[in-house]
Nanobody, 122 residues
């Protein structure tokens, strides 16, 4: 398993931007597809975005498509989520995920970080 630590969350006004980072431990980062999920109290964890091992393939939920961008830097063992045009409904705890391939990571199978809170005020 890979150890994941998210950072970059915070409070931002609607229309603003934040960039989340997820640092991964170990030498296996480049062999993992990576993803971002989010969760609000009382709701199930929701898929946000995913990226393939070398970054050539990316996928987004319809709710964030065109506003969020996922990227990765394998030299730094880090995956990013650039969030623009934030809305109050984007408020959630955001989690980083890692798995062997995109299908598994998008299904929520694999390793998880502890999350970082994003709050968007109206």
């Amino acid at each position: 398993q890979v150890l994941l630590v998210e950072s970059g969350g915070g409070l931002v006004q609607a229309g603003g931007s934040l960039r989340l980072s997820c640092a991964a431990s170990g030498r296996t980062f480049s062999t993992n597809a990576m993803g971002w999920f989010r969760q609000t109290p009382g709701k199930e964890r929701e898929f946000v975005a995913a990226i393939g091992r070398i970054g050539g393939s990316t996928y987004y939920s319809d709710s964030v498509k065109g506003r969020f961008t996922i990227s990765r830097d394998n030299a730094k063992n880090t995956v990013y989520l650039q969030m623009n045009s934030l809305k109050p409904e984007d408020t959630a705890v955001y989690y980083c995920a890692a798995s062997r391939d995109l299908v598994l990571v998008m299904a929520g199978a694999g390793s998880w970080g502890r999350g970082t809170q994003v709050t968007v005020s109206s």
